[in-house]
């Protein structure tokens, strides 16, 4: 991601500008055919925990090592 073309960059801006947009009135679909908004929620809320815990995964190195922890300073965390 730090090679990438100003020419790019804007497109990815505007997409990604729309499809926040685009979140409100899906979800307030989706509260408004399920019965329970708690429940709306989670299905809101899921896919987004599912896709993160697999980009997190497939990183090279999903977990910090000992050495690395103890060399993070104080006030890293």
Known sequence: MQNISPVWLYP????????????????????NSMENPWLSSIISFLPVVAFLS?????????????????AMPWWAP
């Open 12 to 31: 990815i801006i505007l997409v990604c500008g729309a499809l926040q947009a685009w979140g409100p009135p899906m979800n307030n679909a989706l509260r």
């Open 54 to 70: 697999v980009v997190w995964v497939c990183q090279p190195h999903p977990f910090p090592t000992r050495e690395s922890i103890a």
